[in-house]
């Protein structure tokens, strides 16, 4: 049985999440752990986050089963955009340009099975 982990409201931009995520996605988790803790992303702390959460909520859903890290596949992983935060910024004569500050919504599914090969 597949185990899901959600992580909302994120402060970085889906655009950069989902760069991270393309790293791990079909990977053992094994194998997903070593390549996000090598990583120079700043969002892969937020994504080995929510991955260990996926893991300990798949060890809550089948406590008979005591599946390893490396008999556990990241199945998928995908990146929803949040809302977003508008912010005005002085601009020259009077004007004011906008910032948009992004957020996204991480989800992470793992599950027993083969990773998937590319």
């Known amino acids: 049985m597949q185990a899901k982990a959600i992580l909302r409201h994120t402060p970085t931009s889906p655009r950069k999440m989902r760069i991270v995520a393309g790293l791990i996605r079909g990977k053992q988790v094994d194998q997903a752990k070593a390549i996000l803790l090598n990583s120079t992303?700043?969002?892969?702390?937020?994504?080995?986050?929510?991955?260990?959460?996926?893991?300990?909520?798949?060890?809550?859903?089948?406590?008979?089963?005591?599946?390893?890290?490396?008999?556990?596949?990241?199945?998928?992983?995908?990146?929803?955009?949040?809302?977003?935060?508008?912010?005005?910024l002085p601009a020259p004569m009077g004007r004011a340009?906008?910032?948009?500050?992004?957020?996204?919504?991480?989800?992470?599914?793992?599950?027993?099975g083969n990773p998937v090969k590319k």
Request: cysteine-free; proline content about 3%.
């Open 41 to 88: 992303k700043a969002a892969s702390r937020q994504v080995i986050q929510t991955l260990k959460s996926a893991v300990a909520n798949y060890a809550q859903l089948n406590p008979e089963d005591r599946a390893g890290d490396n008999e556990l596949v990241v199945k998928t992983i995908f990146v929803d955009e949040g809302p977003t935060i508008k912010r005005m």
């Open 97 to 112: 340009y906008r910032i948009r500050k992004r957020s996204n919504h991480l989800t992470i599914v793992v599950d027993k």
